[in-house]
């Protein structure tokens, strides 16, 4: 069964049967987590890099923002079971979907955003289809852990992890969330 992330929206599932989708991710990244053990996936679609920009709507919606809504993320998955040791991370989006000389550069702010907090939490992504100029679709079978991508509407393709996290570095961190 197919579960639609809409833009500011995140789902965390342990059912096996579930297919987190989100679409037409521009600027806009998806964070897309999952522990092969436990069979928990998560996917979050954040707008904004930083909640500052305003906190009234971030405390209606924290999902909007990279900075309060990737923690909320992984909290939900670890209620659900997984393990941070564990944790495969994709990240797809953070397109330049205006101009060039577009001077708010959300896409290159929202990568730079998820990357400083992942990182400040002690992971790295082993996926990542980010920036460029194209729209992107992404899917994940909680079941399986498998992610698919299609850009542009074109044809979609599994998206291959580029090296399985290192435990041993995410024990070295005190973890953030």
């Known amino acids: 069964m197919n579960t639609i992330v809409g833009i500011g929206d995140c789902r965390v599932e342990s059912r096996r049967d579930i297919t987190l989708i989100t679409y037409a991710l521009g600027s806009c990244v998806a964070v ?41 993320l992984f909290r939900s998955a670890y209620d659900l079971g997984a393990d941070r040791r564990r944790m495969h991370i994709t990240l797809a989006g953070g397109a330049q979907m205006m101009e060039v000389d577009d001077h708010f550069n959300i896409g290159r702010r929202n990568c730079l955003a998820v990357r400083s907090i992942l990182a400040q939490a002690g992971f790295m992504a082993q996926t990542e289809a980010l920036a460029g100029s194209v729209s992107r679709t992404v899917r994940l079978h909680v079941s399986t852990g498998r992610v698919f991508l299609r850009e542009n509407g074109g044809l979609e393709h599994a998206i291959v992890p580029m090296a399985c996290h290192d435990a041993r570095a995410a024990s070295r961190f005190s973890p953030v969330w």
């Open 32 to 72: 897309v987590v999952h522990d092969p053990i436990a069979r928990v996936g998560g996917l979050l679609h954040f707008m904004l890099p930083e909640s500052n920009l305003d906190p009234d709507k971030a405390h209606q919606n924290p999902y909007l923002f990279a900075d309060t809504g990737i923690p909320l």
